[in-house]
């Protein structure tokens, strides 16, 4: 699991859960992820993403963002449906940053007028409609590790949990119940 000096665990996940995931817990602990606007650069730039002179707004609006992303991802893998006021910003999100297809040198290349961290967040937020929206929403998951709380996508039939890590972490604590529960 690398990590960015922002310390929230990148595990390869899709795009909007890895935004998702910059609030994660250490030790039982909530943690964030993106505390500053050098977090927030540091995470972008790591993801491949335009982070061109991020403001405190911008910081704010990916906050905003990775909440709305976290809530829809609950609903769904609550078995629920998510708000609509969530589906609301993450449709307003996407709505924010036009894009458009042009050809460059024989290659297909995107385009826009936004500013270059406002078009990131547009593009993680398209990817969530995706994931959302497609197949890939029957596999989202939340972690089952003890006091983890990152989502994955369940991409291998035995996948149960984010990381090796947590893993081990529920294997070892389920151990220690059952002996404890035989000691007693």
């Given amino acids: 699991m690398a990590e960015y000096l922002g310390g929230a665990p990148l595990l390869g996940e899709p795009l909007p859960i890895e935004l998702a995931n910059t609030t994660y ?15 927030l650069e540091t995470w972008l730039l790591e993801k491949h993403l335009d982070a061109d002179g991020i403001t405190t707004g911008d910081l704010t609006a990916a906050r905003e963002l990775r909440t709305t992303i976290r809530a829809i991802s609950t609903a769904i893998v609550n078995g629920g449906k998510p708000s609509s006021d969530a589906v609301g910003a993450l449709n307003g999100f996407v709505a924010a940053t ?44 939340a972690c089952g590790g003890p006091g983890c709380v990152l989502f994955f996508v369940k991409d291998r039939p035995r996948r149960e949990w984010c990381s090796d890590g947590c893993g081990n972490r529920a294997r070892a604590a389920r151990h220690y119940a059952k002996i404890r529960d035989v000691t007693d």
């Fill in 25 to 39: 817990a250490v030790r039982g602990r909530p943690q964030d992820g993106l505390e500053t606007c050098e977090h």
């Fill in 98 to 141: 036009p894009r458009w297809r042009e050809l460059h040198e024989l290659r297909a290349v995107s385009r826009t007028n936004a500013r270059p961290t406002v078009a990131s967040l547009a593009e993680i937020a398209a990817a969530a409609v995706e994931l959302f929206g497609g197949p890939m929403r029957d596999q989202l998951r």
